[in-house]
T-cell receptor, first 111, second 115 residues
Framework: SQQGEEDPQALSIQEGENATMNCSYK?????LQWYRQNSGRGLVHLIL?????REKHSGRLRVTLDTSKKSSSLLITASRAADTASYFC???????????FGEGTQLTVNP | NAGVTQTPKFRVLKTGQSMTLLCAQD?????MYWYRQDPGMGLRLIHY???????AKGEVPDGYNVSRLKKQNFLLGLESAAPSQTSVYFC??????????????FGEGSWLTVV
């Protein structure tokens, strides 16, 4: 089963609104990453947050990590139609060399 | 830099045929990965490599083999293709792993259909 699980599976909002996606995981991690995938394309790295960090910002992106709850959230502020994509979290387990992806959240931003 | 390049981009195979997907990276990364992505699902790790000459099994290795003879290349082979292997395959690479892992760079994907 997947280590990371995103919630919700799909999210539809209007341009200008904020979008929040959540990721839960099961085992201890070194870091957690968020990726974006446009339809028919490869994944693009958005942001990495390490296990000893609680919050990171990058432009309109804000990521939080709560290791006690084994969860992370990705907030996209002032969304744009171009933000329409699938967003995946990936967890880097504290043991082993694997990076495990969740099933993703499909975000649709309506103009 | 080209980043991560996969070939071919599209391929249709008949059941039982064999083929090899080639992945090349020009970033001098130690770690390389092969994932498959099925409709509406996340990425599942097939095999990975932590350095030249090394390979390891991921979540779904059955029916696939890999080789890492050169640091910059990671080959994924299907010995006898099955319809269940119809998928989009992504190669990726990263500088390190575990505590040293940072950004993973992905190729653009290879669409494989097995009929």
């Amino acid at each position: 089963s997947q280590q990371g699980e995103e919630d919700p599976q799909a999210l539809s909002i209007q341009e200008g609104e904020n979008a929040t996606m959540n990721c839960s995981y099961k085992t201890s991690i070194n870091n957690l990453q968020w990726y974006r995938q446009n339809s028919g394309r490869g994944l693009v790295h958005l942001i990495l947050i390490r296990s000893n960090e609680r919050e990171k910002h990058s432009g309109r992106l804000r990521v939080t990590l709560d290791t006690s709850k084994k969860s992370s959230s990705l907030l996209i502020t002032a969304s744009r139609a171009a933000d329409t994509a699938s967003y995946f979290c990936a967890t880097d387990a504290a043991s082993g060399s694997r990076l495990t992806f969740g099933e993703g959240t499909q975000l649709t931003v309506n103009p | 830099n080209a980043g991560v390049t996969q070939t071919p981009k599209f391929r249709v195979l008949k059941t039982g045929q064999s083929m090899t997907l080639l992945c090349a990276q020009d970033m001098n990364h130690e770690y390389m990965y092969w994932y498959r992505q099925d409709p509406g699902m996340g990425l599942r790790l097939i095999h990975y490599s932590v350095g030249e000459g090394t390979t390891a099994k991921g979540e779904v290795p059955d029916g696939y083999n890999v080789s890492r003879l050169k640091k910059q290349n990671f080959l994924l082979g299907l010995e006898s293709a099955a319809p269940s292997q119809t998928s989009v395959y992504f190669c990726a690479s990263s500088y390190g792993g575990g505590l040293r892992r940072n950004t993973i760079y992905f190729g653009e994907g290879s669409w494989l259909t097995v009929v």
